[in-house]
């Protein structure tokens, strides 16, 4: 695991979207592992401009989100479904719709969803490379603090800390939604290789928490040490002071 200090935001969303770029261009099949949140809005911004400057056929890249709130549907304008269409899909249609997967936070039966996700999942991966924020608690995806480490993709109860985070996103805290479907800690690490971005002085403490610490089920994001290929990318606000 080697945490590299970019300096801003954006230098360090530009060389995550040209990671991102070499990947699809070197290789027309990839299999990518997205996530969402306000960390990640600036890399795809600059993803999208390097796929439009080069024209880029991504029509059989393969995608596959990280999460979805339980309760919300696809059109809902705070899913993630609404979120990756905004961000990356729409901006750049070539994608194929039918290989843009997000999970089904509104499923009849949440579980067997979970299951259909994860077997998916291992059908058509692995995941070439999978892109990661950090909770300020230590979450990966909404893989809270308590977490199993051998999770499969499942359904979590969000904590409080993390619904207050999200809130920000919705007229109130009431409004945002209490579960989620995940990828599971074990699912993540099937990636060949996983980049985990972090900006702002609020993430030092879980950076911190990330560095100083063996796996650790209080907190989720240590799993990456069981991981041969982890790169994380900072800003001055989030690196560790030590």
Same mark, same amino acid.
């Given at each position: 695991?080697?945490?590299?200090?970019?300096?801003?935001?954006?230098?360090?969303?530009?060389?995550?979207?040209?990671?991102?770029?070499?990947?699809?261009?070197?290789?027309?099949? /990839?299999?990518?592992?997205?996530?969402?949140?306000?960390?990640?809005?600036?890399?795809?911004?600059?993803?999208?401009? @390097?796929?439009?400057?080069?024209?880029?056929?991504?029509? %059989?890249?393969?995608?596959?989100? @990280?999460?979805?709130?339980?309760?919300?549907?696809? =059109?809902? #304008?705070?899913?993630?479904? /609404?979120?990756?269409?905004?961000?990356?899909?729409?901006?750049?249609?070539?994608?194929?719709?039918?290989?843009? %997967?997000?999970?089904?936070?509104?499923?009849?039966? &949440?579980?067997?969803?979970?299951?259909?996700?994860?077997? &998916?999942?291992?059908?058509?991966?692995?995941?070439?490379?999978?892109? &990661?924020?950090?909770? +300020?608690?230590?979450?990966?995806?909404?893989?809270?603090?308590?977490?199993? *480490?051998? /999770?499969?993709?499942?359904?979590?109860?969000?904590?409080?800390?993390?619904?207050?985070?999200?809130?920000?996103?919705? #007229?109130? +805290?009431?409004?945002?939604?209490? =579960?989620? *479907?995940?990828?599971?800690?074990?699912?993540i690490l099937k990636a060949q290789r996983i980049i985990l971005l972090a900006f702002g002085e609020?993430?030092?403490?879980? *950076?911190?928490?990330?560095?100083?610490? $063996?796996?650790?089920?209080? *907190?989720?994001?240590?799993?990456? %040490?069981?991981?041969?290929?982890? $790169?994380?990318?900072?800003?001055? $606000?989030?690196?560790?002071? /030590?």
């Amino acid at each position: 695991m080697k945490i590299t200090n970019l300096g801003t935001r954006a230098n360090a969303s530009f060389y995550v979207a040209c990671e991102l770029y070499k990947q699809m261009s070197q290789q027309s099949h /990839s299999k990518l592992g997205l996530a969402t949140g306000g960390t990640m809005v600036d890399m795809y911004q600059f993803l999208v401009d @390097l796929l439009h400057k080069n024209q880029l056929d991504v029509s %059989h890249i393969e995608t596959f989100n @990280l999460d979805e709130y339980v309760g919300l549907d696809a =059109q809902h #304008d705070q899913s993630y479904h /609404s979120y990756m269409n905004q961000v990356l899909f729409k901006q750049y249609p070539n994608f194929n719709p039918s290989l843009t %997967h997000v999970p089904n936070g509104n499923a009849d039966d &949440l579980n067997v969803e979970a299951q259909r996700y994860e077997d &998916l999942i291992n059908q058509q991966g692995p995941v070439d490379i999978q892109i &990661l924020g950090i909770g +300020e608690n230590g979450h990966i995806g909404f893989n809270e603090p308590g977490t199993d *480490i051998n /999770s499969a993709t499942h359904v979590v109860n969000l904590t409080e800390s993390t619904i207050h985070a999200n809130s920000r996103y919705f #007229d109130n +805290e009431n409004e945002v939604p209490k =579960q989620a *479907i995940s990828m599971g800690l074990s699912t993540i690490l099937k990636a060949q290789r996983i980049i985990l971005l972090a900006f702002g002085e609020k993430k030092r403490a879980a *950076i911190e928490q990330l560095t100083q610490n $063996e796996v650790n089920s209080e *907190i989720p994001a240590s799993i990456l %040490h069981a991981h041969p290929n982890v $790169e994380i990318y900072v800003d001055d $606000e989030a690196a560790p002071k /030590s």
